[in-house]
């Protein structure tokens, strides 16, 4: 069962590639025989998102799967929840694609899911017990409405990105142009981190440290060259590389130098990204998308940005708040504890309540809309890597 759950992950990762690419040409809208490009484009959009939609239904497979080979909703750890995040950004599109039609949101979206279940993969994937505090059937409750929501954010994100390439002048250097190139860079910065993992894993590089955590030496593995190692940690493997500089004695845990050494080689390899594709292309990489967004309304996308939000924003409230507060009383015996991960699903809330606010009490539309839609699904990402990664609490298990 864990095979084939394996095998029906991975035809969907192809469905959700082939997608992407089937709306790329869409949006490219050149002549295909003799056909208008209006034509071209709606013929692949339609392709795309057949496939999309077949991709979908291969992972709703793979989450049947290895729920009946775990014995639990699949959703416990990293690995689990960056897969079903991504599941919920392809449930989101399909949805607001059925709604407004639009097909460059394809060329948007798809590539975001990918960017997650392929960031899913670098996690461990071995069914392992649920530990004590996961074994209630909050597990699914609390954590599928809260991806549902964060899945909707996603959506959100893509569509105020496409506003911002669309109406940010990309002939003279401002603010927003920088700010708006600093986040594609991190977009490409996980890209370049889910490509550096890869190419380790593949090629079997491993480095174990001898680590004394109160009197006792404890090994630790690392899958990629240590650039920050264990404090106080001795290296044992022979012909790999030696780390640069020793992690801070403030970041607490175990795990603690691996975590921060994967945030570091994802800033380094999204940087290599930029640099190359800078020096190749001698543009912005917004002047580089600019071409898929130029025939489509600065309205509509904003709309689009504006109700994917609506939705997710009460989805959101229910698992990450609700939800959440309610098992942590069971689990833990109280609601509120100011744990790493309670705090910034906090912040996350304030954030995009702050947003619909604005919105629809000051007229915050437009870009300014736009850049709330954008930061705020950085700060979901910040919660879901750097304080999964690094961060020690409560929630490290996962």
């Known amino acids: 069962m864990i095979a084939v759950s394996g095998n029906l992950l991975l035809m969907a990762f192809i ?14 809208g050149k002549r295909w025989r003799d056909r208008s490009p209006e034509q071209h484009t709606n013929r692949w959009g339609w392709i795309g998102f057949s496939i ?3 991709g979908f239904l291969f992972q709703t497979g793979f989450i049947i799967t290895r729920w009946i080979a775990g014995g639990h909703f ?30 460059v949101i394809g060329a948007f979206v798809m590539p975001v899911g990918i960017i997650m279940l392929a960031y899913a993969s670098v996690f461990p994937r071995e069914i392992q017990p649920l530990i004590p505090a996961l074994q209630s059937y909050w597990l699914k409750i609390h954590v599928t409405t809260a991806a549902i929501g964060e899945g909707a954010f996603a959506v959100g994100f893509a569509a105020g990105l496409m506003y911002l390439v669309r109406t940010v002048d990309q002939e003279k250097s401002t603010v927003s142009t920088k700010w708006l190139e600093a986040t594609l860079c991190m977009v490409l910065m996980l890209i370049g981190f889910i490509g550096t993992t890869t190419w380790f894993s593949s090629a079997g590089y ?9 009197g006792i030496t404890t090994e630790v593995v690392y899958t990629m060259p240590a650039i ?29 130098a691996r975590k921060l050494n994967t945030l570091i080689w994802s800033v380094l390899s999204g940087l290599v990204l930029y640099g190359i594709i800078r020096l190749l292309t001698r543009r912005r990489l917004a002047q580089l998308i600019r071409p898929m967004v130029r025939d489509i309304e600065p309205e509509t996308i904003d709309e689009i940005s504006y109700r994917a939000i609506a939705i997710g924003f009460p989805i959101f409230t229910l698992g990450a708040l609700i939800f959440a507060m309610i098992w942590a009383a069971e689990a833990w015996g109280r609601f509120w504890g100011w744990d790493p991960k309670e705090v910034w699903a906090l912040i996350t809330w304030l954030f995009y309540a702050a947003y619909l606010h604005l919105r629809l009490s000051k007229g915050w539309i437009g870009e300014k809309s736009a850049w709330l839609a954008v930061i705020g699904f ?21």
């Open 74 to 103: 699949p959703t416990s750890n990293m690995f689990e929840f960056m897969a079903f995040l991504a599941y919920s950004i392809i449930l989101a599109f399909i949805v607001i694609f059925l709604v407004y039609r639009i097909t």
């Open 52 to 54: 999309a939609v077949i």
């Open 228 to 256: 920050a190692g264990p404090k106080d940690a001795t290296l044992v493997t022979e012909g790999v590389m030696k780390p640069w500089f020793e992690t801070p004695s403030w970041m607490q845990g175990l795990n603690a």
């Open 378 to 398: 950085i700060v979901v990402m910040i919660t879901l890597v750097f304080v999964n990664l690094v961060i020690v609490g409560l929630h490290s298990y996962a």
């Open 206 to 214: 491993q480095a174990t440290f001898q680590v004394p955590v109160s």
């Open 15 to 28: 469905g959700y590639v082939l997608s992407s690419i089937a709306f790329v040409l869409a949006v490219t």
